[in-house]
């Protein structure tokens, strides 16, 4: 079974300019999350969908972040503009509705804000 | 406000002994725990997980102990390993059994010494 996708696996980009992020989650996994890792923390839960609805954004920063998960498959995260304090690992998590409910994560995108 | 902490940040170990990883939480909600295991450059791998309605679970040489009134768990690695070595980390959730979005604490690193 094919684990959870992302790409880039790296991006630099300077303040104020725009990158999205790709991930092809666990297929037939119904759940999936967008999770951000500063260094030397944990991750933090960005935006949770089931399906192609959005479950939880409430830790999603508005007015620069935006996710979407077209036909409840892939999703997009996109940041614009981009701060300084966006430089972070970016996971993509899914799992499955019907359990077991563990979450399985992507390798991640590297962000890097100069 | 830290919900899940993991008061050390590294922790060394003797190959074949014991590691004891510990986990706080505080929100009284949270009612499924999970550790990850995380290499450097990839994303988090599941390792064993805990519902609130037991106090211990035990898979191969990983145990988690819950302590609910302590709102404390921690995970037993016997006999420790060289491929141990890497950072561990606490996750809660509420709710469906670990569908929703996990809270994280900060890791621990731990080194397995030969």
């Known amino acids: 079974e094919a684990g959870v996708a992302q790409s880039p696996r790296y991006k630099i980009i300077e303040k104020r300019q725009s990158v999205a992020f790709w991930c092809n989650p666990i297929s037939g996994h119904a759940t999936l999350y967008w999770y951000q890792q500063i260094l030397g923390q944990g991750p933090k839960l960005l935006i949770q969908?089931?399906?192609?609805?959005?479950?939880?954004d409430s830790q999603l920063p508005k007015d620069r972040f935006s996710a979407e998960r077209l036909k409840g498959v892939d999703s997009t995260l996109k940041i614009q503009p981009a701060k300084l304090e966006d430089s972070a690992v970016y996971l993509c998590?899914?799992?499955?509705?019907?359990?077991?409910?563990?979450?399985?994560f992507g390798p991640g995108t590297r962000l890097t804000v100069t | 406000d830290q919900q899940v902490k993991q008061n050390s940040p590294s922790l060394s170990v003797q190959e074949g002994r014991i590691s004891i990883l510990n986990c706080d939480y505080t929100?009284?909600?949270?009612?499924?725990f999970l550790w990850y295991k995380k290499y450097p450059a990839e994303g988090p791998t599941f390792l064993i997980s805990?519902?609130?309605?037991?106090d211990k679970n035990e898979d191969g040489r990983f145990t988690v102990f819950l302590n609910k009134s302590a709102k404390h768990l921690s995970l037993h690695i016997v006999p420790s390993q060289p491929g141990d070595s890497a950072v561990y980390f606490c996750?809660?959730?509420?709710?469906?059994?670990?569908?929703?979005?996990?809270?994280f604490g900060k890791g621990t690193h731990l080194i397995i010494q030969p």
């Open positions: 929100n009284s909600m949270f009612d499924y």
């Open positions: 996750a809660a959730t509420q709710g469906r059994g670990g569908a929703d979005g996990l809270t």
């Open positions: 969908f089931q399906n192609n609805g959005v479950v939880d």
């Open positions: 998590a899914s799992s499955s509705y019907r359990g077991p409910y563990e979450q399985y």
């Open positions: 805990i519902s609130s309605i037991k």
